[in-house]
T-cell receptor, first 111, second 113 residues
Framework: SQQGEEDPQALSIQEGENATMNCSYK?????LQWYRQNSGRGLVHLIL?????RVKHSGRLRVTLDTSKKSSSLLITASRAADTASYFC???????????FGAGTRLFVKA | DGGITQSPKYLFRKEGQNVTLSCEQN?????MYWYRQDPGQGLRLIYY???????QKGDIAEGYSVSREKKESFPLTVTSAQKNPTAFYLC????????????FGDGTRLSIL
């Protein structure tokens, strides 16, 4: 069963602009993770935010988590053509072992 | 370098044939996972293993089988009972803790001949 739902499904921006992707989920979570997937490759972990955290940074990435709204956002600042990829949110439910992935946001950064 | 190796990168299956996808990790992780990814979609869990000699069905286990005889290896067999096997298969591992990320291989693309 799918837990995270990303929005938008696809996003096209110019190099240098910021990209924001959103994720909503339905149940109580232990943590929320963001992954990146280049075409035809495996997923690469970007950042993990725990349920008791609200904001987390990693380089040009900024993730927020609002557990009251069951939502998260991923902000990529000063985007580059190399950021072109699909981005997935994934949730680890409280007391569960499985990580559940959303359908992803396809980001296209034009040079 | 530590990582996860999946092979082959491309695989073709004939009618009625079982095929096995290989997944090896040298990260010393306890937990391993198999996911299926269809075009434009997220990942669906097929099987997972928290420890050697133990594994559990995921959300779409029908038509698949696995084994976990060694910590570093978690092969997936796509049996002839899986009527729609064409997909991208991803293997992952983690150290099993609730706040640990998963590390992925580069996948195997399976197609029907």
């Amino acid at each position: 069963s799918q837990q995270g739902e990303e929005d938008p499904q696809a996003l096209s921006i110019q190099e240098g602009e910021n990209a924001t992707m959103n994720c909503s989920y339905k149940t109580s979570i232990n943590n929320l993770q963001w992954y990146r997937q280049n075409s035809g490759r495996g997923l690469v972990h970007l950042i993990l935010i725990r349920s008791n955290e609200r904001v987390k940074h990693s380089g040009r990435l900024r993730v927020t988590l609002d557990t009251s709204k069951k939502s998260s956002s991923l902000l990529i600042t000063a985007s580059r053509a190399a950021d072109t990829a699909s981005y997935f949110c994934a949730t680890r439910n409280t007391g569960g072992f499985k990580t559940i992935f959303g359908a992803g946001t396809r980001l296209f950064v034009k040079a | 370098d530590g990582g996860i190796t999946q092979s082959p990168k491309y695989l073709f299956r004939k009618e009625g044939q079982n095929v096995t996808l290989s997944c090896e990790q040298n990260l010393n992780h306890d937990a391993m996972y198999w996911y299926r990814q269809d075009p434009g979609q997220g990942l669906r869990l097929i099987y997972y293993s928290q420890i050697v000699n133990d594994f559990q069905k995921g959300d779409i286990a029908e038509g698949y089988s696995v084994s976990r005889e060694k910590k570093e290896s978690f092969p997936l067999t796509v049996t002839s009972a899986q009527k729609n096997p064409t997909a991208f298969y991803l293997c992952a591992s983690s150290d099993g803790g609730p706040n640990q990320p998963q590390h992925f291989g580069d996948g195997t693309r399976l197609s029907i001949l």
